[in-house]
């Protein structure tokens, strides 16, 4: 059974560091591009952060270009994505989602495998 569980979530002070960790089990995804995604209460589901097969190429949601750092360590099966400078308005439950591409992508519909989400509270 494929599993992706998120972890590292909780609550931060503005300004500060967090770093969220995705550890997927079941298969390996060393092949396939993997993403970060979000969702606000209230809001619709929304891309934050994307990495190709390989780790060498990766793309940014302009609302966390510059701030969020997402990696990946193939040889552990896990996905990262590194938040620094966070503000209130990042604020969501974040999912984790594995592509059946090697290459990133913002869509969500490119994603085949999800996990369940883990919440983020920035306080200001």
């Known amino acids: 059974q494929v599993q992706l569980v998120e972890s590292g979530g909780g609550l931060v002070q503005a300004g500060g560091p967090l770093r969220l960790s995705c550890a997927a089990s079941g298969r390996t995804f060393s092949s396939n591009a993997m993403g970060w995604f979000r969702q606000a209460p209230g809001k619709e589901r929304e891309f934050v952060a994307t990495i190709n097969w390989s780790g060498g190429s990766t793309y940014y949601a302009d609302s966390v270009k510059g701030r969020f750092t997402i990696s990946r360590d193939n040889a552990k099966n896990t996905v990262y994505l590194q938040m620094n400078s966070v503000k209130p308005e990042d604020t969501a439950v974040y999912y984790c989602?594995?592509?059946?591409?090697?290459?990133?992508?913002?869509?969500?519909?490119?994603?085949?495998?999800w996990g369940r989400g883990d919440q983020v509270t920035v306080s200001s």
């Open positions: 989602a594995a592509s059946s591409l090697r290459y990133s992508d913002s869509n969500a519909r490119k994603y085949d495998y």
